[in-house]
């Protein structure tokens, strides 16, 4: 059983950028398909953005694309989420997850092991 810890979060102004990471221990991660959700107080638990296994192929919900960038480098078994011209919206605890699938799913099913989350604070 893989084990997922984030770190990155923290108080940002409107416009700012944070970038988030993800160590990953146990298992076989390269092999993993990795991915970033969210959730703010009251609403259900969304993605953001998704990388595949050898990180060739990337998924974003709209509202982040071209301001969040996912990567990872499976040499260190980590995964990060650069977040540029972050707005309050963005606001919200960031979980970060795994899964067995080979392709950047979206899908909150799909991923088997998630993170304790982080929590990402915009002020406008």
């Known amino acids: 059983q893989p084990q997922l810890v984030e770190s990155g979060g923290g108080l940002v102004q409107a416009g700012g950028s944070l970038r988030l990471s993800c160590a990953v221990s146990g298992g076989s991660f390269s092999t993993y398909v990795m991915a970033w959700f969210r959730q703010s107080p009251g609403k259900e638990r969304e993605f953001v953005a998704a990388i595949s296994w050898g990180g060739g192929t990337t998924q974003y919900v709209d509202s982040v694309q071209g301001r969040f960038t996912i990567s990872r480098d499976n040499t260190k078994n980590t995964v990060s989420l650069q977040m540029n011209s972050l707005k309050p919206e963005d606001t919200a605890v960031y979980y970060c997850?795994?899964?067995?699938?080979?392709?950047?799913?979206?899908?909150?099913?799909?991923?088997?092991?998630w993170g304790q989350g982080t929590q990402v604070t915009v002020s406008s």
């Open positions: 997850a795994g899964g067995r699938k080979s392709w950047a799913t979206i899908e909150n099913l799909d991923y088997a092991w």
